[in-house]
């Protein structure tokens, strides 16, 4: 397969180096900025285009959008009328407006595309899901969620107030990661029937636009009756990465590198529960942009569904503007 890469970024750099631990050799990448088309090749040897026309034109048979949040409608079209099939980074558009654009010409033309759906890949997680499944600390009754990260270390290479998380109308601060949150939580509990958001600025030291809110903490009432909490920032020095699933009679808590659950052995409010790690042997973070990326290949090849189709990835979106909207009007909004 011909791969195009659009977009030299962070995570344009991660995905070609993922194609190439799969053995692909063919990859090509378009950015407008040529520092950045000069990282690409230094690290992955990948031929680089310094226009759209160009890279297009040159032919692909896959396509991976890599550009900021704002510019992804445009690409998601332009392969679409190409009839390049697609992977898409989260969120894959920032309203439901270009979501329902995007979604009817897709299916007017038999498109595939494949938004983002990483953290459904990692290893971790997918342990967690076992839990869920198999019951054996009886039914999940609550989830927290609690991660954060320095707007200003996320990219070190760069300054933050240049690029989209700077500028709410480009993406903004944590509204790229929420969905990948939104999307693990369905995962393990179901849909969300209603939510209460704070989003704000806490920081005072945070250069970016108005719209641009550093911290979002939001309650969701499940449909499944499971309480979830979710906290996202981005300004914690050293970053944090916190997740807990309450069941009935035991407690799981995991992070990107350990995992480790306890059983309810009686009353000991103030004691040491017996916790046990799981071994993860083998594990390996960058594995599932290996393996989202392989599912994806998958799902078009017609041997699997894809785990994220439009239509849930539309409903992602719908809860982070939702969260917004929660916070704006200052009510519980039912979705």
């Not at 050293?238 to 699933?245: A, F, G, N």
Request: proline share 4%; hydrophobic share 40%.
């Amino acid at each position: 397969m011909r791969f195009l890469i659009l977009g030299c970024g962070s995570m344009g750099k991660r995905r070609a180096r993922c194609l190439r631990a799969m053995g692909h050799a063919s990859i090509a990448a378009y950015d407008p900025r040529d520092d950045r088309r000069r990282a690409i090749t230094d690290q992955s040897g990948v031929d680089v285009h310094d226009s759209a026309d160009s890279a297009f034109g040159a032919g692909a048979d896959f396509a991976l959008i890599c550009t900021p949040p704002h510019q992804h409608k445009e690409y998601l079209l332009r392969c679409i009328d190409a009839g390049i099939p697609a992977f898409c980074e989260a969120p894959m558009v920032l309203t439901l407006e270009d979501a329902d654009d995007v979604i009817a010409r897709a299916n007017a033309a038999g498109a595939f595309l494949a938004p983002s759906c990483t953290y459904l890949h990692n290893a971790i997680h997918r342990l967690a899901r076992t839990y869920v499944e198999e019951k054996p600390y009886g039914r999940l009754l609550g989830y927290l969620s609690h991660a954060g990260q320095h707007v200003a270390d996320w990219h070190p290479y760069e300054d933050y107030r240049g690029f989209y998380a700077s500028k709410r109308a480009e993406g903004g601060m944590c509204i790229d990661m929420l969905p990948h949150e939104f999307q693990m939580l369905t995962w393990l509990a179901g849909d969300v029937a209603a939510l209460a958001c704070m989003a704000r600025r806490r920081s005072g030291d945070i250069e970016t636009d108005a719209g641009a809110l550093d911290t979002f903490d939001v309650l969701l009432d499940m449909r499944s009756n499971v309480s979830a909490v979710v906290h996202h920032d981005m300004v914690q020095r050293p970053p944090v990465v916190l997740r807990r699933m309450v069941f009935e009679s035991g407690v799981v808590e995991y992070d990107w590198r350990s995992f480790r659950h306890v059983k309810h052995a009686g009353p000991a409010f103030a004691g040491r529960p017996a916790w046990e790690s799981a071994p993860l042997e083998g594990y390996d973070f960058e594995r599932m942009y290996v393996d989202e990326l392989q599912h994806a290949f998958d799902a078009l090849a017609g041997t699997t569904a894809y785990r994220m189709p439009l239509d849930r990835e539309r409903r992602m979106l719908e809860l982070v503007l939702a969260c917004e909207t929660s916070s704006r009007d200052g009510v519980q909004i039912t979705v």
